[in-house]
């Protein structure tokens, strides 16, 4: 009897417990679903082309703000020819006359423009670089060897350049036009607010050629763009591995500056004059620059014969100032937002 009423006990006891054993797991269900989508959501920022996109947009904000200046002295550098000499002189003096002539705004002349056009411009470079190096890779992340990463880069530049180009161009306007050049004095009217970039943008589509006009210039830009980055991507991680103590797989925050500088330093000086070329045309219908090329081949000839080889130089000092801090910071914050996004997900390449 005593054992009857025993096993009645034990079986009310757990008839009374499996109503709360269901509410807790249906409980514990409830708190990891949120768990769960997080996961999901940081499973797909992590896949690598994702990653790399958002990680090159921060690059490209962090590296441009940082040499902003020294990139607008570089392209009021560029585009002076015989004639027109309000820059020529040392960084040092040409910043200080900059400063004099606009203050901090004229130091930082179209970087707006440069940040609106280098953040979607960096983030697709190295996207695409990630997207195409797949075509490449004998297994899923494994590394690539310099020539494929030279032309991954080359692919992957030439296809960031064609969705923003119409802002490179904007940008260039706006870096010269409030530049002291005295040819351009006479077209602007004394007191008037100078056009920003929307304006600037559709002033060229209806006044100089349509949507062609957004364009001009990409030739030489596509030309100088495709190996400087296929060169960039190349020499990092060529110089990547140089800088990383032996024993470790990655180098640490100096090392990737570093490789960051000599990338910049090497690519930019084996593609400088597709810059200037760029450059030139991009300003070759503005009113009050002086000159009219009709071809890649008549700008070179045209600036060699009037300015010597080292026309197609000009502004490299700048350059080459500016491109070791800049390709440096983009380099590390590169790779620190990248990390950061996929966490342990990552490889040791690029």
């Given amino acids: 009897m005593s054992t009857s009423k025993t096993s009645e006990e034990r079986r009310s006891q757990i008839a009374a417990m499996a109503p709360l054993s269901s509410d807790k797991?249906?409980?514990?269900?409830a708190i990891a679903t949120p768990d769960s989508s997080l996961e999901r959501f940081k499973e797909f920022i992590a896949q690598p082309v994702l990653a790399s996109f958002i990680a090159g947009g921060v690059a490209g904000a962090v590296s441009r703000t940082v040499v902003s200046p020294l990139e607008r002295l570089k392209i009021l550098f560029q585009v002076q020819n015989v004639g027109r000499n309000e820059y020529k002189m040392?960084?040092?003096?040409?910043?200080?006359?900059?400063?004099?002539?606009?203050?901090?705004?004229?130091?930082?002349?179209?970087?707006?423009?440069n940040c609106i056009r280098i953040v979607p411009y960096s983030a697709v470079q190295f996207g695409a670089y990630n997207m195409y190096k797949r075509f490449f890779e004998e297994t899923p992340g494994?590394?690539?060897?310099?020539?494929?990463?030279?032309?991954?880069?080359?692919?992957a530049g030439i296809t960031?350049?064609?969705?923003?180009?119409?802002?490179?161009?904007?940008?260039?306007?706006?870096?010269?036009?409030?530049?002291s050049f005295?040819?351009?004095?006479?077209?602007r009217e004394a007191g008037k607010k100078l056009p920003g970039m929307w304006t600037v943008m559709?002033?060229?589509y209806k006044y100089e050629g349509g949507f062609l006009a957004l364009y001009r210039g990409i030739i030489p830009t596509v030309a100088g763009v495709a190996p400087y980055v296929g060169l960039?991507?190349?020499?990092y991680e060529i110089a990547r591995t140089q800088f990383t103590p032996e024993g470790q797989k990655d180098p640490g925050a100096l090392g990737k500056l570093a490789a960051g500088a000599v990338s910049g330093a090497v690519a930019q000086t084996c593609t400088y004059p597709f810059d200037v070329l760029r450059r030139r045309f991009q300003v070759n219908t503005m009113s009050g620059m002086g000159y009219q090329y009709n071809s890649i081949y008549d700008a070179i000839r045209v600036i060699i014969k009037t300015e010597g080889f080292r026309g197609l130089y000009k502004g490299i000092v700048p350059n080459l100032l500016k491109v070791a801090p800049s390709m440096a910071s983009s380099?590390?914050?590169?790779?620190f937002t990248r990390d950061l996004v996929m966490g342990k997900r990552k490889s040791g390449f690029l």
């Fill in 331 to 335: 380099w590390l914050s590169f790779e």
């Fill in 232 to 235: 960039n991507f190349m020499v």
């Fill in 25 to 29: 797991s249906d409980s514990s269900a």
């Fill in 202 to 204: 559709v002033n060229m």
């Fill in 160 to 179: 960031s350049v064609t969705f923003t180009y119409p802002l490179d161009i904007v940008r260039t306007r706006l870096s010269i036009q409030s530049a």
């Fill in 142 to 155: 494994s590394p690539l060897g310099p020539h494929q990463r030279l032309v991954c880069g080359g692919l």
């Fill in 90 to 113: 040392s960084v040092p003096k040409a910043l200080a006359k900059m400063w004099r002539d606009e203050g901090w705004r004229g130091l930082m002349a179209g970087n707006g423009t």
């Fill in 182 to 187: 005295e040819t351009l004095k006479g077209s």
